[in-house]
């Protein structure tokens, strides 16, 4: 019995989330019912992924692992599963995030809980579909499924101009989706292979003309940066993170733009290395005015939320800047700062959420002198604020220097000409670490405002973190102290499959 669950893990996986908002229909309309019910398919998921890391997965094999392979439309449309370095980190920051955003929405999901709990676990069904996802369609399939839980997640549960903010993602996210389902096909007839299995596309790829491969790279790229969120395409973001509950942003920011993060490792690197070789320099340009551009959007934001948004789309510039860099340091770095935010968002949008809850506003200039009300938030906010910050020996440093050190080392940019005693890698971190510098500005910033100086007397009589809040934020900065301090218990992972990667786009490169 053991063995077959090993065997069929990731469907298992797939499956319990499937089956998980079927069983909540059945339930009583009862919050703590359903979120107890919830929380046993959350700890069965994480329990499954943890069983099959430390059993059957070989973090040293960069290979496919886990491979389940069924038919479905023939031999054209496969259901194939499979998992990776890349994809099992992805997945397991889904799975630690779930039960911990599943704890903070204890005082969310009153209004409709069935409905809040399934719509929950459907998103969870898309994202690890996404991250396991080995044919393309059905890649395409499980990416379109998020779209219609978070949408509800915002329009309901969400803030005074939900509506808005939900039909800003809609469009942003539909927008997208029309981006991947072009690429797919281009990439389905063009290739000839009559198959959508990702690893004989990914051989294929190399032999389509040069204009569809630049066709086919660019609308996934285009999909995938609405999604990270990316300047032009970052603007849906705070606006969702703003009118989205708490739990909703926790996973929002910790785990759904890491998926826009993932579909460019996995696609436009593993399908078209030679034209990400090509246009490598803009993306890191791109990249540099996403850190320093949101950081210093960050400066001039009342709201509390939207400072966080902003933060996230700056630090998902990293990602950018890592893959651009094609170097082993830029490409692990890119992957550890996906896991790291993951954690560090959220915690982050938790205690937001937490002095939300308790003032009704987020506005930074209602507050003041928060310390003596509320010590144990403000012990959070600082530990969660000095990671944000890439403080050392915390897993916020990890990511950001390994990107650093990636795009300053980079022999592929010191190929490209400048007149300036420095070549473009260097000069992209030059400009990227005013970010750095502006993240410790805002966010120090924020919390002298919030929890410094003169003491607001109106939140005189609030109530401190809850137990369940100690205990979501424990876990998350558990986390974040253990891979700063020892990172290679993360980069351990995924290092075999990321390196397996550059080494696709190193083969095209000329030494």
């Known amino acids: ?255 759904l733009l890491k998926m826009g993060g993932y579909g460019i490792y996995r696609i436009c690197v593993g399908f078209f290395p030679d034209i990400l070789a090509e246009f490598g320099l803009w993306i890191a340009l791109l990249g540099a005015v996403n850190i320093v551009g949101a950081a210093i959007a960050c400066l001039v934001q009342d709201d509390m939320k939207r400072i966080i948004a902003y933060s996230s789309v700056s630090h998902m510039g990293f990602v950018l800047l890592g893959v651009a860099s094609l170097t082993a340091a830029g490409f692990s770095g890119g992957i550890f700062q996906m896991f790291s935010h993951g954690l560090i968002s959220a915690a982050l949008f938790m205690l937001v959420g937490t002095l939300y809850e308790r003032t009704h506003t987020r506005l930074i200039s209602d507050y003041g002198g928060m310390t003596k009300y509320m010590p144990k938030c403000f012990y959070f906010f600082t530990l969660a604020s000095m990671a944000n910050l890439a403080l050392p020996a915390l897993s916020g440093f990890v990511g950001e220097s390994l990107v650093f050190y990636g795009a300053f080392s980079s022999k592929y940019f010191a190929e490209f000409p400048t007149r300036l005693y420095f070549n473009y890698g260097q000069i992209c971190v030059l400009f990227s670490s005013l970010g750095v510098i502006l993240t410790a500005g805002y966010m120090l910033w924020l919390l002298q405002k919030v929890f410094m100086g003169p003491e607001n007397t109106r939140w005189s009589k609030l109530n401190d973190l809850r137990l369940s809040e100690v205990a979501v934020l424990s876990i998350l900065m558990a986390l974040v102290i253990l891979y700063g301090v020892y990172p290679f218990s993360l980069s351990n992972l995924y290092e075999p499959s990321s390196k397996a990667l550059l080494d696709i786009v190193t083969k095209i490169i000329p030494s």
């Open 1 to 255: 019995m053991f063995n077959f669950f090993l065997q069929h893990s990731l469907s298992i996986i797939l499956i319990a989330s499937i089956v998980a908002p079927v069983v909540i229909s059945f339930l009583p309309s009862k919050e703590h019912i359903c979120r107890k019910v919830t929380l046993i398919f959350s700890l069965f998921i994480l329990a499954n992924i943890l069983i099959l890391i430390f059993t059957k997965f070989d973090p040293s094999l960069p290979a496919l692992q886990c491979v389940e392979n069924y038919r479905w439309f023939g031999d054209t449309i496969r259901i194939k599963l499979g998992c990776d370095g890349l994809s099992i980190a992805m997945v397991l920051l889904m799975a630690i995030l779930l039960p911990v955003t599943i704890i903070a929405s204890e005082s969310i999901a009153k209004e409709k809980p069935k409905l809040y709990y399934s719509m929950l676990m459907l998103l969870t069904t898309s994202v690890l579909g996404v991250f396991v996802a080995q044919d393309l369609f059905l890649f395409f399939l499980f990416w379109e499924l998020e779209l219609i839980p978070m949408y509800f997640l915002i329009a309901i549960w969400g803030g005074p101009n939900r509506e808005y903010a939900a039909m800003k993602f809609l469009i942003y996210t539909f927008t997208a989706g029309i981006c991947m389902f072009a690429a797919v096909l281009v990439m389905f007839f063009a290739s000839g292979a009559g198959t959508f299995d990702m690893e004989v596309l990914s051989k294929f790829s190399k032999n389509i003309p040069y204009t569809f491969q630049v066709a086919s790279f660019f609308l996934f790229f285009v999909c995938f940066i609405i999604k990270l969120p990316s300047f032009p395409f970052h603007t849906w973001l705070p606006d969702a993170h703003v009118e989205a509950p708490t739990p909703v942003s926790m996973l929002l920011a910790g785990i």
